[in-house]
């Protein structure tokens, strides 16, 4: 049988090291300069070349177990004009650019766009301001339906607005089991969290 | 015109031998029913394929399982299959794109982007009929065939699934590879719009209504196109031979022969169907971010019901969404015109609030939130809202 040019791809992208894990050590990071974060549990930073559907274009990808069983995603200063995260390969849809007067709704819409669009289906549970890097921000609560296996995600999220730049932490993690399990490590991550806005 | 003969070489076939039936005229006699075919032909094997896609299918997520709406769907699928009713079973899924299709198997699909397009009963009933006349055609098996042949039989029959959740179509450029990998021949879809129709009148269903499926999504296509947005990756539907244009005209000629008693269009018993599930279904449409097409959509649906408040909100978020130059203005007045109307959603107080807050109107914004926290008390955003309301939030 013919080799599928995207699994060469994907062969080649293995053998030439396109997916690194490098492990994040307990301790203090910053990421991009200027989310400084405090973490108490070691984590792998998963590096691709190409988009994750979980957090296409997140400016670091963190998970414990792997990226299908939980995902810390982390978007650093996105600035005006500029889409949160990136498009998938092969979607034409485009995504909407952040603007810095958005609300914190709008700002969920945004990220709801990010995350369907490989067709998984999003909901919101909750949303509410709460602080974020030591800035008044927003926190919200939703589930995602993955589309490629019919895993039910939980997953919350973290962020604020400061000079016009969005900083936004998310995690998700299938409801059964994962969530639940890592979330003790990921509130004190989002609460360690200071912005270093430049 | 060509008669098109019913797919040589497959003795499994019970029909095989109804010789003589008339497929390529508007007279079309329903051969009779279809045996399971033998497990170890290769259609046996399309089957035993098809009948393990089923599988997934009925566990998906994203299946509409509510009995009424299944029920009211699958009502019409059968009247319009008769006494092959029972060799069908029918799925909704909730996927935003216009799409239908029946398996070889029996296996219907069809998707919440096609429900939330249909005006009325007839016109769903005239998608229906052209699927089930490629069913009684068999022209899925002989696709599958050639997909098979051409090895890439997976990857055709995973995309054509895909709403299923194994295939990860919603993206539109695999809705583009799923068109020109599943289009059927230009004669099998002349022949199914001709079947469609004799079924749809045969069951008393206003003709006409038929090639207006095709003007109403040439009219879409027109506002994307306007909108500079892509058309041809848009819609499965396109990608299809012979074209919309011949298409609609063809339907509308048909339409103008006798069919006695055809005439039952079915609005409102179509719109209260859907009633319940609408409000998901054009969330979904927005989210696409396919606002030319959406903004056509939504314009006709307003032209039938002018005081359709859910219409004029989801128009609203469309604007919003869309933010271009002038869309907040445009934003502003759909929402003002839905809380004229009937049925307006209580979310159009906080899309008002929101667009009014940017603008910088605090106090009508004000109001606009505190009536949105009236209707939903304990929506998941109250918290926001009403952070925005005390002043604890910039």
Not at chain 1, 49 to 60: I, K, N, R, Y
Not at chain 2, 238 to 248: G, K, L, N, Q, Y
Request: proline letters at 5%; glycine letters at 10%.
């Amino acid at each position: 049988m013919r080799l599928k040019p995207w699994l060469a791809a994907a062969a080649l992208c293995a053998l030439a090291g396109c997916a690194q894990i490098v492990k994040v050590e307990p301790g203090q990071v910053t990421i991009k300069e200027t989310l400084k974060l405090t973490t108490t549990s070691a984590w792998n930073r998963f590096e691709l070349q190409f988009p994750l559907s979980v957090a296409p274009g997140a400016s670091e990808v963190w998970t414990q177990d792997g990226i299908t069983l939980d995902a810390l995603a982390f978007f650093v200063g996105v600035a005006q004009g500029q889409t949160l995260g990136s498009a998938l390969p092969g979607v034409s849809k485009k995504l909407p650019p952040f603007r810095g007067t958005m609300t914190p709704g709008e700002i969920v819409e945004l990220y709801e766009q990010l995350v369907t669009q490989d067709g998984s289906a999003f909901a919101l549970k909750r949303v509410a301001p709460g602080r974020f890097g030591g800035q008044p921000g927003f926190r919200f609560e939703h589930t995602i339906t993955r589309k490629s296996d019919n895993v039910l995600l939980k997953g919350v999220a973290q962020g604020a607005v400061v000079k016009d730049k969005l900083y936004l932490v998310a995690f998700t993690a299938p409801s059964i089991y994962y969530y639940d399990r890592h979330l003790p490590q990921v509130e004190p991550l989002m609460a360690s969290a200071e912005i270093r806005a430049p | 015109m060509q008669r098109r003969p019913f797919l040589l070489g497959c003795g499994c076939l019970a029909f095989a031998a109804a010789a003589g039936v008339r497929a390529d005229d508007y007279d079309y006699q329903v051969p009779p029913r279809f045996a399971r075919p033998e497990a170890g032909t290769d259609e046996g094997g399309l089957w035993a394929y098809m009948d393990r896609e089923e599988q997934r299918l009925k566990r998906s997520s994203f299946l509409i399982r509510d009995p009424a709406l299944h029920g009211y769907v699958n009502g019409i699928a059968c009247r319009l299959a008769g006494e092959h009713c029972p060799e069908m079973r029918v799925y909704l899924v909730r996927t935003p794109y216009f799409n239908a299709s029946m398996a070889p198997n029996g296996m219907m699909q069809v998707w919440s982007g096609l429900l939330v397009r249909m005006q009325n009963e007839a016109q769903l009933a005239a998608v229906l009929g052209h699927e089930i006349g490629h069913y009684l055609q068999r022209d899925s098996v002989e696709r599958l065939r050639d997909a098979k042949s051409r090895s890439s039989f997976g990857l055709i029959v995973g995309l054509a699934l895909g709403a299923v959740g194994g295939g990860s179509v919603g993206s539109l450029a695999q809705m583009g590879i799923l068109a020109g990998g599943l289009a059927y021949g230009r004669d099998q879809e002349r022949v199914a719009d001709k079947i469609g129709i004799a079924l749809m009148a045969r069951n008393g269903y206003a003709p006409a209504e038929a090639g207006r499926v095709w003007g109403q999504l040439l009219e879409e296509a027109e506002g994307a196109k306007a909108a500079g947005e892509d058309v041809s990756s848009t819609n499965i539907l396109f990608a299809s031979h012979p074209p919309a244009e011949e298409r609609r005209e063809v339907l509308a000629a048909a339409a103008k022969r006798d069919w006695p008693g055809a005439a039952r269009t079915g609005a409102d018993e179509y719109r209260a169907a859907l009633a319940p599930h609408r409000m998901g279904f054009l969330y979904d449409e927005v989210r696409r971010r396919r606002f030319g097409e959406s903004l056509v959509l939504f314009d006709r649906l307003l032209k039938s019901s002018p005081r359709d408040g859910q219409v004029q909100y989801f128009k609203g978020e469309a604007y919003r969404q869309r933010g271009r130059e002038g869309d907040t203005r445009l934003a502003l007045e759909a929402y003002r015109a839905a809380l004229e109307m009937d049925s307006t959603p209580p979310e159009v107080h906080r899309s008002l609030g929101t667009v009014l807050r940017q603008a910088g109107e605090n106090a009508e914004a004000t109001r606009a939130f505190q009536r949105y926290l009236e209707l939903k008390p304990g929506a998941e955003d109250a918290e926001l809202i009403r952070s925005y309301l005390t002043g604890s939030q910039s």
